[in-house]
Nanobody, 125 residues
């Protein structure tokens, strides 16, 4: 998978803490692309956390609704994930992704065209 995205913002936080992740998107990634955040915990499959599909359709994983917020700064071409009230089960490597076909699947992200290198989020006392 091509890696032309750059995430930042991971780290270690206590339960209840907050973190903000950023992903600098390549210049050619425009409004026709879907963009999203995915995560993978040790021993588990990579799955969707929050996505913005073509047409600005936003979807969240049920487990993070009300705690996480995805947004995109179109002028700077940066994707954000604001995470509040973090829980130990949120511990994972977080990846941003994009796809020119406009739909970013939560369950089957393996086909997505473009990925970042990942940033580790650890929620621990």
């Amino acid at each position: 998978q091509a890696q032309v995205l750059a995430e930042s913002g991971g780290g270690v936080v206590p339960p209840g803490g907050s973190l903000a992740l950023s992903c600098r998107l390549s210049e050619y990634i425009d409004a026709n692309y879907c963009v999203g955040w995915y995560r993978q915990a040790p021993g588990k499959k990579r799955g969707g956390v929050a996505t913005i599909d073509r047409g600005d359709v936003v979807t969240y994983l049920d487990l993070v609704k009300g705690r996480f917020s995805i947004s995109k700064d179109n002028a700077k071409n940066i994707l954000y994930l604001q995470m509040e009230n973090l829980k130990p089960e949120d511990t994972a490597t977080y990846y941003c992704a994009a796809d020119s076909r406009g739909y970013c699947s939560f369950e089957d992200p393996g086909y997505l065209e473009i990925w970042g290198q990942g940033t580790l989020v650890t929620v621990s006392p």
